[in-house]
Structures are given as C-alpha cells and as structure tokens.
C-alpha cells in the first residue's frame, strides 16, 4: 500500500483480513495443536499439514483473488476470491476433526497414561512419604 497509494482501497480489506483472521487463526491453531493434551501419546502430523496447508493456501488465494476482484470485478478473480473462503473453511473443518480427539475428561486421560518407570504398583494415599 505504500508502493502504490492509489491502490489502498482495493488493498486495505486484504490486508486487513491477513492481519486479523490470517494471523490469528494460524496463532491460535499452532497453539492449540501444540498445548492441547494428546491423549495416549497420539500423534497428528498429517492433520497438522492439512491444515497449514489449507490456511495458508486460503491467504494465498485470497492476496491474489481480492485485490484482482476488487479493482476489475472480473469472474475469474471472484472465483478465487471465494475460493479462497472454502480452502480457510476446509482448515477450521480440519482442525476441529483433529481437536475432537484431544479434547478429553481427565479421567480419560488418565486412563490413557503410561505407567512411570519405577513407579510402585498399587499403592495407595494412605502410605505416600
């Protein structure tokens, strides 16, 4: 926008939304994939790619799309333009399949819990140090 002032009102809704949703639904998801508990040790690497993968493909499309739709009102920019929305849907679909399977009771995740090496079998509270 300070290359080409001329142009900040077809860039300025871009921008904005790849500040705001871009940012912070990519903040938010790595947070989120990275803190949440994994019950059982589970991994979800591939999950984890589809995801970036579709967020980041969706701000993409939509920095090429908008823009280009915004100054010509073409179809074909329109096209990516709304594109761009089903690919930043098809991440948040994604993410929610993979945190449905971290997102667990206490008891499940402690019934998933490895036992600790060293650890005592059957104690009780009672006869804690």
């Given at each position: 926008?300070?290359?080409?002032?001329?142009?900040?009102a077809?860039?300025q809704?871009?921008?904005?939304?790849?500040?705001?949703?871009?940012?912070?639904?990519?903040?938010?998801?790595?947070?989120?994939?990275?803190?949440?508990?994994?019950?059982?040790?589970?991994?979800?690497?591939?999950?984890?790619?589809?995801?970036?993968?579709?967020?980041?493909?969706?701000?993409?499309?939509?920095?090429?799309?908008?823009?280009w739709?915004?100054?010509?009102?073409?179809?074909?920019?329109?096209?990516?333009?709304?594109?761009?929305?089903?690919?930043?849907?098809?991440?948040?679909?994604?993410?929610?399949?993979?945190?449905?399977?971290?997102?667990?009771?206490?008891?499940?995740?402690?019934?998933?819990?490895?036992?600790?090496?060293?650890?005592?079998?059957?104690?009780?509270?009672?006869?804690?140090?």
């Open positions: 926008m300070a290359l080409w002032p001329a142009y900040v077809v860039l809704p871009t921008h904005a939304h790849l500040g705001t949703v871009g940012f912070f639904l990519s903040m938010v998801m790595g947070v989120a994939y990275w803190m949440l508990p994994r019950p059982g040790g589970i991994k979800q690497t591939r999950l984890e790619m589809i995801t970036f993968l579709f967020l980041q493909a969706g701000m993409l499309t939509r920095v090429v799309g908008e823009p739709w915004r100054a010509t009102g073409s179809a074909l920019p329109h096209a990516l333009f709304m594109a761009s929305g089903g690919l930043v849907f098809a991440a948040v679909l994604s993410f929610a399949f993979a945190m449905r399977k971290r997102i667990v009771s206490v008891e499940v995740i402690r019934a998933m819990a490895r036992p600790r090496k060293g650890a005592a079998g059957g104690r009780s509270g009672d006869d804690s140090p």
